[in-house]
Structures are given as structure tokens and as C-alpha cells.
């Protein structure tokens, strides 16, 4: 079974900082694995995803994350922290040969001030 | 394009009664999903489709029913509603591009669901 740990519920950072989202997986087998953004009242968007090749993913809005085999993580990164940033934060994973089914993490939600 | 879109978007059921959810989607894509969101337990999936005329089990299909009858449309039905299934719905739908696992979903923008 595939699973995905985001272990925090909420990241506080002021605006301008940088930003880390961590987002932990296990799998059997090779992950791809995908961020996700929700802002309120609204449906998922997709921000990137890692398939194969580069560890370092860039996605949308100046995010970006990186894929590390070893200590299985895909932590969500950006330089440069935005109140507009300010949102709920999914992790998935999925893995070949099971349909495209995504199994997301519980979400985090990043908070950012002024 | 309008993307994925959703109907309807809130809707309030008593225990016992029995709605349908229409999700709909422009992009000619193969795949549709049912998700559904519950506080601190993220998305989960319920049923899914590869396919018109195809379905499939997911995470959690106790309660629900769904159809794919016209490759643009995936619908979920709630044959006799339960407090339990309060939730927020999310459909999604995929392109079999690069493969099943490797596909980007695109969602819409939700149905919020409460039954009394």
C-alpha cells in the first residue's frame, strides 16, 4: 500500500522568507509523486509534479521541490514567500500500475504574514 | 475551455434521501475521479473511471454509486444519504498521456454536501 505523511498540519512564515512544505511517501515500487494547492472554496490545482530525471522539480508560482530517494521525501520549496501563497497544501503519490489512483497526504496549511 | 465543472455546487439531503452529482468535463479526457474531502483526512477516492462506459472501486465506495455513460461526464450517487457523507466532493479527470500514474488530474471546483 502507498502512502504519503505531511506532517505538519500549518507552517507560519512571513512574507519574504523562504518556505518549506515536507512531504514524506512509501511505496512499492518507483513514485511519482505531485504537489497540489487548494485555496478557499475552491478545487485542487496542480503546482508540479516529479516523474524521473531531475531531482529538482519547478512548478508553477516559483515553487519548486525535491525529490530524494533516500530518505524517501518530496519536500515543497520557495525562495521567496507570498501572502497570496497563503493556501492548503496536498501531497500525492502514485505508482505505476495502479490506474493513476493518487493518494494525497492530509494537507498542510501555510500561513503567510506581513 | 471550461475545464471540469461541478453540479451543483451545495446542497443539504435528509437522512435517507437520494441525490446525484454531476460532474462534467471539456478537455476529452479518458480518465474521471471521485474524490471525497473530509477535514484532516485529505482527499480520498471513492470511484473512478478509465473510460466511457467503465468504473471502477476506490478507497471508499461504500454508499455511492456512479456512471459513466458519455466519455465527458462521471456522475455519484448517493442512494440513501447518511449523516457520514458529509463531506466535500471533488471530481477530476486525466489525460492517458504519459501513462496512468504519471498524468496530471485537473479538479473541479467541488460540491459541498451536508445530510441532516
Known amino acids: 500500500a502507498q502512502s504519503v505523511a505531511q506532517p505538519e498540519d500549518q507552517v507560519n512564515v512571513a512574507e519574504g522568507n523562504p518556505l518549506t512544505v515536507k512531504c514524506t511517501y512509501s511505496?512499492?515500487?518507483?513514485?511519482?509523486l505531485f504537489w497540489y494547492v487548494q485555496y478557499p472554496n475552491r478545487g485542487l490545482q496542480f503546482l508540479l509534479k516529479?516523474?524521473?530525471?531531475?531531482?529538482l522539480v519547478k512548478g508553477s508560482y516559483g515553487f519548486e521541490a525535491e525529490f530524494n530517494k533516500s530518505q524517501t521525501s518530496f519536500h515543497l520549496k520557495k525562495p521567496s514567500a507570498l501572502v497570496s501563497d497563503s493556501a492548503l497544501y496536498f501531497c500525492?503519490?502514485?505508482?505505476?500500475?495502479?490506474?493513476?489512483?493518487?493518494?494525497f497526504g492530509t494537507g498542510t496549511r501555510l500561513q503567510v504574514t506581513l | 475551455n471550461a475545464g471540469v465543472t461541478q453540479t451543483p455546487k451545495f446542497r443539504v439531503l435528509k437522512t435517507g434521501q437520494s441525490m446525484t452529482l454531476l460532474c462534467a468535463q471539456d478537455?476529452?479526457?479518458?480518465?474521471m475521479y471521485w474524490y471525497r474531502q473530509d477535514p484532516g483526512m485529505g482527499l480520498r477516492l471513492i470511484h473512478y473511471?478509465?473510460?466511457?462506459?467503465?468504473?471502477a472501486k476506490g478507497e471508499v465506495p461504500d454508499g455511492y454509486n456512479v456512471s459513466r455513460l458519455k466519455k465527458q461526464n462521471f456522475l455519484l450517487g448517493l442512494e440513501s444519504a447518511a449523516p457520514s457523507q458529509t463531506s466535500v466532493y471533488f471530481c477530476?479527470?486525466?489525460?492517458?498521456?504519459?501513462?496512468?500514474?504519471?498524468?496530471?488530474?485537473?479538479f473541479g471546483p467541488g460540491t459541498r454536501l451536508t445530510v441532516l
Open positions: 478537455m476529452n479526457h479518458e480518465y
Open positions: 473511471s478509465v473510460g466511457e462506459g467503465t468504473t
Open positions: 500525492a503519490v502514485s505508482v505505476t500500475g495502479t490506474a493513476s489512483k493518487l493518494t
Open positions: 511505496v512499492s515500487g518507483n513514485p511519482y
Open positions: 477530476a479527470s486525466s489525460y492517458l498521456r504519459g501513462g496512468p500514474s504519471t498524468d496530471t488530474q485537473y
Open positions: 516529479y516523474i524521473t530525471g531531475d531531482n
